[in-house]
């Protein structure tokens, strides 16, 4: 048995991006290294914390010592999600496709024969949004992600709101930032309390952080 104020506690996480086919070789992606997320896992998980991590294809391994689900596609990460409540908290910090291609081809288009594709979109479940809205089984702490390239503050807040979820952890990333793809993160985390600014850290550091944040969340309750 392990130690640590999470000890018994339920997580859930999201991570990496999801993949929405058009054809079988072809897909559309949000960016994401799943790096974030992996070390808000890993950083659950040494608190003690029993963590189902929920990741769509990442460029990195999951971390040891999670449940791992390996997903694809919005929905399927939506039904892992449904599979893995009820949990005490749970962090989306995946970045799910918003759309998905209504009827993705099962052979692979072919290139002249038949001139430009028209694709067909629908729109994804927002699978933070839903779950931060639900009446019963929902999360006792539902911590959201937002990457924003201006107005972060702002534009968060709003997001919060609309979410329905009690923290948002939000990102600059624009370009110059350097963020997206490295190892280091500058997040503000925006709660019911305001806007709480962190300084630039690794992204290790920031998971811990969030980590020690969410367990004094849970024991204040
Ligand atoms: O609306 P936006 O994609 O910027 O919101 C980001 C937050 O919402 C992240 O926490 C992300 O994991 C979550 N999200 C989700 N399902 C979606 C879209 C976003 O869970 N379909």
Request: aromatic share 4%; with cysteine; hydrophobic share 45%.
């Amino acid at each position: 048995l392990g130690n640590g104020p999470l000890v018994g506690k339920r997580v859930l996480v999201t991570s990496g991006p999801t993949h929405e086919p058009i054809d079988p070789v072809r897909y559309i992606a949000n960016r994401s290294s799943g790096a974030q997320g992996a070390a808000v896992a890993r950083a659950l998980s040494a608190l003690g914390a029993d963590v189902v991590f929920i990741t769509g294809p990442a460029d990195i391994p999951p971390p040891d010592g999670v449940s791992v689900v390996c997903v694809e596609t919005a929905q399927q990460m939506s039904d892992a999600v449904d599979a893995a409540l009820p949990v005490e908290v749970g962090v989306f910090a995946a970045a799910v496709a918003d759309w998905r291609v209504s009827s993705a081809s099962d052979k692979k288009l072919k290139k002249s024969r038949d001139g430009l594709p028209e694709l067909e979109f629908a729109e994804n479940p927002d699978i933070l949004k839903r779950v931060a809205h639900m009446e019963s089984g929902r999360p006792a702490l539902v911590v959201g992600f937002a990457a924003e390239t201006d107005n972060v503050i702002e534009h968060a807040m709003a997001k919060r709101t609309r979410k329905g979820c009690d923290w948002i952890v939000a990102n600059d990333v624009s370009p110059a930032t350097g963020i997206m793809g490295g190892s280091e993160n500058a997040v503000i985390l925006i709660s019911d309390e305001g806007a709480e600014e962190w300084p630039r850290m690794g992204k290790d550091d920031v998971a811990k952080r969030l980590a020690v944040k969410i367990a004094d969340a849970l024991t204040e309750q």
